[in-house]
C-alpha cells in the first residue's frame, strides 16, 4: 500500500505539472482582454501581453523537467491487465517488463570479459601470450555451474531460472571482478586458473542468493495461501476480522514455534534461508490447521481468539513440523536444499510432485 502511495504521489505530482504548463501554453494563446482582442497596438493592451508573459514563464517554472517527467513514467510498472483495454505498445514503449534476450546472451558477456582483459594487458603493456580463450571461460563457467548445483534452480518449472540466464549471472559477477585480477604486480596480466577461482566463487554466490530469494518468495505464497484457505474455510467474515493484522499475527507464530531453532539459525552462514524455510513451514502447518483456527460455536472466532490459536498451534504441532525439518536426530540443523515454489510441506516433510520439475537441466 506505501508503494502504491508513492507511486500514486508520484504521478500526481507529475499530471499537475503538465496541466500547469498546459494552462500557461493555453493562456498565452487566449486573449484576456476585449481591447486586446480588437487591437494588439494600444499601450494598455502591450503591458497586459507582457504582464501575462512575466505570469506564464512563472508558471512554467513550476511544471517538471522534461527528463523528470519520463523518469516518473518509466518508474510505474502497469498490470498485465492493461493488455486486455486496449493495445500495449505504450506499456511497452514506457516500461519495459519483459525478459530481455541480454538476460540470456551469455556469448557476449565472455566477449566482454575477454575484451577487459585485453585492454588492461594493453595499458600495462604485459608481454608474452595469455592462457584464456572464449571457450576456456565457457567450460569454466559450465564446470562452475554443475559444481555450485544450480541445475537445480533451473530445474524448477514455470521459475524462469533457465540455465542461460543463470550462466548470465555468473558471468556478470566475472565482468566485474576483473578490474581486481589486473590490478597489481602482474601488469595485467590474468591466467585462466585465477579466472577460473573467480568464476568458481561467482556461481557459489548466485546459488547462494537464488537460495534466499527462493525462500522468501516461498514464504510469501504460503502466507498468502494461509489467507485463501482461512477464506476457504470460513468466509470473508474471517478475512474481514483479521486482514489489517494477519502478517503480524503469522510472523508473531513463527517467532512463537521458534525457540531452540532459533539459536541454531543465528549460528548458521545461511541464516535468512533458514529463517524464511521456517516461516515457510510454519505458514504451512497453520494452514493445514486452518479449520481450527477460526473455528467457533457460531460464526468465526473473534480476532483475538484466532491470534491465541495461531501462537498455540504454532508453539505445538508447527513446533514438531520444524523439528522433523530442520534438526537432526543429535539436534543439529540438518541440510536443506532449494525447493519449488508450488512445494507445500506438511508433517512429514515437503510435498513434491514430478510436474514441478523438467528434466532439462543438462549442461549443453
Known sequence: MAAGNKVGAAVGGFLLGVLVAAGVHGASREHPTGNHGRSGKSGDGN??????????????????????????????????DLGSVGSTDDRDQIGETRSKDADRDDATLVASIIEALKAGEKKEKASGE????????????????????????ASFVGENWTPERLRVMILERVDVAIKALQNGTNKGRVSMSDLRLVIDRAADDVYERLFETSELLG????????????????????ILKVRERIEWMLLRGAVASGGEFDALIRRDARVNVL???????????????????????????????????????????????????????????????????????????????PSMYSSQTSIR
Open 47 to 80: 503591458s497586459t501581453t507582457s504582464s501575462d508573459d512575466a505570469r506564464n514563464r512563472s508558471l512554467a517554472a513550476l511544471a517538471p523537467a522534461s527528463a523528470r517527467q519520463t523518469a516518473v513514467l518509466k518508474s510505474i510498472t502497469p498490470a498485465a
Open 275 to 353: 529463517s524464511y524455510r521456517k516461516q515457510r513451514i510454519v505458514f504451512d502447518c497453520l494452514a493445514e490447521n486452518i479449520v481450527r483456527v477460526g473455528a467457533a460455536i457460531q460464526g468465526v472466532a473473534d480476532e483475538a481468539e484466532i491470534e491465541t490459536r495461531i501462537n498455540d498451534l504454532a508453539k505445538g504441532e508447527c513446533r514438531d513440523w520444524l523439528t522433523n525439518q530442520l534438526t537432526t536426530p543429535d539436534r543439529r540443523l540438518a541440510p536443506q536444499q532449494p525447493m519449488p515454489l508450488r512445494t507445500v510441506w506438511m508433517k512429514e516433510g515437503p510435498v513434491e510432485d
Open 219 to 238: 514464504k510469501n505464497r504460503s502466507s498468502t495461501l494461509f489467507v485463501q484457505s482461512l477464506y476457504q474455510a470460513h468466509g470473508n467474515e474471517a
Open 130 to 153: 595469455g592462457d584464456i580463450s572464449q571457450h576456456a571461460i565457457a567450460l569454466a563457467v559450465d564446470d562452475a555451474y554443475k559444481r555450485a548445483r544450480l541445475d537445480r534452480f
